[in-house]
Each structure stands twice: as C-alpha cells, then as structure tokens.
C-alpha cells in the first residue's frame, strides 16, 4: 500500500508542476517574453496546453469571469491536494 501512495503522490505533484509551467508560460507568451514562433517553445506550449486544459476547461465554465484574470489553475491545485490528502489518508486507515 506504501507504494501506492508513493505514486499517487508522485503523479498529483507532477501534475501540478505541470499546471505551474502552463500558468508561468502563459503570463511569458502574453507579455512577448517568449516567441512561440520558435519550434521548441511551441512543443512545449502544446504539449503542456494538451495535459491542462482538458482539466482546467470546466472549472473555467463553472467560475465566473474575474476580469482576465484566471484562477482555474489555483482552484486545480488546491482541489488536487485535497484529492491527495484524502486518498493518502484513506489508504493508510
């Protein structure tokens, strides 16, 4: 069982590192920081774009409009976590 709880933790904190570089890589790519015209940064803007957005579209559709702001990310975060607490807990008891 320990090691089951090892590699769900593993892959929520992967993931969630994942959501960070995708938040980051977008406030560069709107402030002109970094060219997506260049081949390598595109991979990695669609690559982290295609393991994201399928989960971060329906807490957009729930949550109002903030003003450009976007707080999915945060909202995906903190709700992993509980998701991580909670089966960790659950595994051990």
């Known amino acids: 069982m320990h090691a089951l709880a090892t590699l769900i933790d593993t892959i929520i904190t992967i993931y969630i590192y994942l959501l960070v570089g995708s938040a980051i890589l977008s406030w560069l790519t ?12 595109y991979t990695v803007v669609s690559l982290l774009y295609r393991v994201t957005e399928p989960v971060l579209r329906p807490i957009r559709r729930i949550i109002p409009n903030l003003g450009g702001i976007d707080i999915s ?9 509980f ?3 909670l089966v960790l807990d ?3 008891y």
Request: aromatic share 12%.
């Open 30 to 41: 709107a402030f002109n920081v970094v060219n997506v015209q260049n081949k390598v940064v």
């Open 90 to 92: 659950n595994l051990f």
């Open 73 to 81: 990310p945060i909202i995906l975060i903190l709700l992993l976590y």
């Open 83 to 85: 998701i991580r607490d």
